[in-house]
């Protein structure tokens, strides 16, 4: 498996590839409608043919009165059916001409004078893409945050990058070098999530874990939910196991049944498009697991504001939130994989009772050290914290416990 860590593309090239992406996910949609219509119009024939044989047959004793009504009753059926078959015809040209047209369009984008409009085509699909199945999508406008005018400066911790961000005013209202690069580790998996919910399609979309993708978590030490090599599972089944145990497994797996491929530096391309449509400031990822690299790097303030829009959002929230989560059945784990979050389990260990967790992720590497973004409530008011680079996992919790008592208030 590819990694391509080196690879960075600038925004227009990456907006250019995400406009391509999803004109071939409508091309095929049209496709999948002209055979629904098709198959519609033979199934509407084969009934009638059915219908006037049995009407034949029954009718072998009528008057000839009798028969010149049927005649003109299958006479009528016929116009009836020539009409459907005419209707589907022009539907189905319809489609064609659709397709045709943004078949066109894609091969305008290699002009540089049509890379805007492309762009925007892009845009405009997502907005109205699974429209029916999500109340808010990331492309909401929530404008990336301030600080208050009474921000505060954090520096009672042992956590090196901290962040918090009042929730309902849209405000960073204290922090700790907050806007300074950072490895966010496994944190990395909240954009990963946002990614795949926006792009797979459908979380019904079944994926079969690899002996590469295998190969490549057992190389890189990952966290992993448990799955077998030639395991199906369903990309909802992923998030929870992505999210929950932050399991690297989920991660690639989720990265290839987005796109289809094994190789994940488009998913990754995909990641960075959401980054620019988040307006995030210092954010760039290499791949969707959270391994350390040079250019998979964010700041606390990025992180806070990436998982205030997961929250926002119907599909990933539920996930970040949940405390556990038992996959399908499937032949190699008949009772399903049972999951448990990080967060909630730290929460607990910790005795941190100060205020009512909401959701959020953990994240560890040797060079992020220990990490945690999560939304709390207390006193019903949401806050979102972020803390990176903290010694221990004990450590950051007694960070989270301070800041909880001193600056959400």
Same mark, same amino acid.
């Given at each position: 498996?590819?990694?391509?860590n080196n690879?960075?593309?600038?925004?227009?090239?990456?907006?250019?590839?995400?406009?391509?992406?999803?004109k071939?996910?409508?091309?095929?949609?049209?496709?999948? $409608?002209?055979?629904?219509?098709?198959?519609?119009?033979?199934?509407?024939?084969?009934v009638f043919?059915?219908?006037?044989?049995?009407?034949?047959? &029954?009718?072998?004793?009528?008057?000839?009165?009798?028969?010149?009504?049927?005649?003109?009753?299958?006479?009528?059926?016929?116009?009836?059916?020539?009409?459907?078959?005419a209707?589907?015809?022009?539907?189905?040209?319809?489609?064609k001409?659709?397709?045709?047209?943004?078949s066109?369009?894609?091969?305008?984008?290699?002009?540089?004078?049509?890379?805007?409009?492309?762009?925007?085509?892009?845009?405009?699909?997502?907005?109205?893409?699974?429209?029916?199945?999500?109340?808010?999508?990331?492309?909401?406008?929530?404008?990336?945050?301030?600080?208050?005018?009474? !921000?505060?400066?954090?520096?009672?911790?042992t956590?090196?990058?901290?962040? #918090?961000?009042?929730?309902?005013? @849209?405000?960073?209202?204290? &922090?700790?070098?907050?806007?300074?690069?950072?490895y966010?580790?496994?944190?990395t998996?909240?954009?990963?999530?946002?990614?795949?919910v926006?792009?797979?399609?459908?979380?019904?979309?079944?994926?079969?874990?690899?002996l590469?993708?295998?190969?490549y978590?057992?190389?890189?030490?990952?966290?992993?939910?448990?799955? =077998?090599?030639?395991?199906?599972?369903?990309?909802?089944?992923?998030y929870?196991?992505? $999210?929950?145990?932050?399991?690297?497994?989920?991660? #690639? &797996?989720?990265?290839?049944v987005?796109?289809?491929?094994e190789?994940?530096?488009? !998913?990754t391309?995909?990641?960075?498009?959401?980054?620019?449509m988040?307006?995030?400031?210092? =954010?760039?990822?290499? @791949?969707?697991?959270?391994l350390?690299?040079?250019?998979?790097?964010?700041?606390?303030c990025?992180?806070?504001?990436?998982?205030?829009?997961?929250?926002q959002? #119907?599909?990933?929230?539920?996930?970040?939130?949940a405390?556990?989560?038992?996959?399908?059945? =499937?032949?190699?784990?008949?009772?399903?994989?049972?999951?448990?979050?990080?967060?909630?389990?730290? !929460?607990?260990?910790?005795?941190?009772?100060?205020?009512?967790?909401?959701?959020?992720?953990?994240?560890?590497?040797?060079?992020a050290?220990?990490?945690?973004?999560?939304? #709390?409530?207390?006193?019903g008011?949401?806050?979102?914290?972020c =803390?990176?680079?903290?010694?221990?996992?004990?450590?950051?919790?007694?960070?989270?416990?301070?800041?909880?008592?001193?600056?959400? $208030?």
């Amino acid at each position: 498996m590819q990694n391509n860590n080196n690879r960075r593309l600038t925004e227009e090239e990456i907006r250019k590839k995400r406009a391509i992406y999803l004109k071939k996910k409508e091309r095929a949609r049209k496709k999948r $409608i002209r055979i629904i219509v098709g198959l519609s119009a033979i199934a509407v024939v084969v009934v009638f043919i059915l219908v006037t044989v049995f009407s034949m047959m &029954g009718a072998g004793t009528t008057t000839s009165g009798e028969t010149h009504a049927v005649s003109e009753k299958t006479h009528s059926n016929k116009e009836l059916t020539a009409n459907k078959n005419a209707d589907t015809d022009s539907e189905s040209d319809d489609s064609k001409s659709e397709t045709n047209s943004v078949s066109d369009s894609k091969n305008d984008s290699n002009s540089d004078s049509d890379n805007d409009s492309d762009s925007d085509n892009g845009q405009n699909e997502l907005i109205s893409q699974d429209s029916s199945n999500r109340e808010k999508t990331i492309l909401q406008d929530i404008p990336y945050p301030n600080n208050s005018t009474s !921000f505060k400066k954090i520096d009672d911790i042992t956590s090196d990058y901290a962040v #918090v961000l009042d929730v309902d005013k @849209n405000e960073f209202i204290a &922090g700790k070098a907050e806007n300074e690069k950072m490895y966010p580790a496994s944190m990395t998996k909240v954009m990963t999530l946002l990614t795949s919910v926006d792009f797979v399609g459908s979380k019904d979309k079944m994926y079969e874990y690899t002996l590469d993708s295998s190969d490549y978590c057992y190389i890189n030490g990952t966290s992993m939910a448990g799955l =077998t090599v030639g395991e199906k599972v369903s990309a909802n089944d992923l998030y929870y196991g992505l $999210i929950l145990p932050s399991g690297g497994d989920a991660a #690639v &797996g989720l990265a290839s049944v987005t796109t289809d491929q094994e190789d994940f530096s488009y !998913f990754t391309d995909l990641m960075n498009l959401e980054v620019a449509m988040m307006g995030l400031k210092n =954010t760039h990822y290499t @791949n969707p697991v959270g391994l350390h690299d040079e250019n998979n790097y964010s700041t606390a303030c990025d992180t806070a504001v990436l998982l205030n829009y997961a929250m926002q959002n #119907v599909d990933a929230a539920p996930v970040l939130e949940a405390e556990s989560h038992r996959m399908t059945t =499937t032949s190699m784990h008949e009772n399903g994989i049972r999951v448990y979050s990080l967060v909630h389990k730290y !929460f607990y260990k910790h005795n941190v009772d100060n205020v009512n967790l909401i959701g959020g992720k953990t994240g560890y590497t040797t060079e992020a050290r220990s990490c945690l973004v999560v939304e #709390v409530e207390k006193n019903g008011k949401k806050y979102i914290v972020c =803390t990176a680079h903290a010694p221990s996992q004990s450590d950051m919790m007694e960070d989270h416990k301070k800041i909880y008592d001193k600056y959400c $208030i």
